[in-house]
């Protein structure tokens, strides 16, 4: 069963979301399907509990469409004039979007997985906990497998994440990758040590639903995934964030007007899609009403 541990935290949502949004607007009108059987997997859920997440996932696509996407839109927009003699700027308005659009669905959906929560049976929760300790061993299988130094792997995320947006590294911009990878934190088994005593108490905590004050345990407990690890862990992911937003910065400096060209176009092509998937909205939207 192929689950993140992150299941709970909103990360999973915005990256379904996004990549479903950018994929076709066909696809993005499937999405709360997608990740309502995604979600299904954790547990044996009853048809109760299964209407309960079609009802928020689908609340979560109809706000995401109507708030986040005309916001993308114009990030995309913003980013197809970027200045090649100062890219960090627009990139970090990028970025920034990124991480309020993190802790705007961070709030949606803490309530509702509050009520979820306290619904479930002892069986489901020891079937969750069965579902993220069988996501960790697959995760553990494939480290295992790949064997390649940090630089190599880290380099690898670089081409493919440039690939989704247009844009192929050259040599110049691999070697910048390369050499950046030398000041950053190697961070991943701390991680893992970190989501796993998160895990743990959430577990704990959910077996405790009926208690009182049980409502703001949990929602505290989901919040503290933003700072999993004390204050070195978050002072070092920050100063590797840092970098990220650098290097990235420095790629697009370097990039070639072939390059920016190609970025330009697929950014286009993004813009065209999240048109289209409003267009196709607002109709259904009059649809409704003439009725």
Known sequence: ?????????????????????????????????????????????????????????????????????????????????????????????????????????????????????????????????????????????????????????VEDRYIKGFKRIGLKLNEKQRQIVRHSTNDMHQLAPAWRIAQKNWVDALIALLLKRHELGFDEALITHLRAQQTLGGVEFQEKMRANQDQTVNVIAQIFAQGSDKQITAFVKKLDFYVGVIDRILARRQIQLDDGLAR
């Open 1 to 153: 069963m192929h689950v993140q541990t992150r299941l709970f935290m909103p990360m999973l949502w915005v990256t379904l979301t996004a990549s479903c949004a950018l994929s076709g607007s066909l696809v993005f009108e499937r999405l709360d399907q997608y990740v309502a059987s995604y979600f299904k997997e954790f547990a044996d859920f009853s048809d109760e509990q299964k209407r309960q997440i079609e009802t928020f996932t689908a609340d979560y696509q109809n706000l995401f469409a109507s708030q986040q996407l005309p916001k993308i839109k114009s990030v995309f927009i913003a980013l197809k004039s970027l200045d090649r003699e100062n890219p960090k700027p627009s990139v970090l308005v990028a970025y920034r979007y990124g991480h309020s659009l993190l802790r705007t669905t961070n709030e949606f959906f803490e309530m509702r997985f509050v009520l979820l929560a306290k619904t479930l049976s002892d069986e489901q929760i020891q079937q969750i906990e069965q579902t993220f300790i069988g996501a960790e061993a697959d995760r553990a299988n494939a480290r295992e497998k790949d064997t390649r130094p940090f630089a190599e792997r």
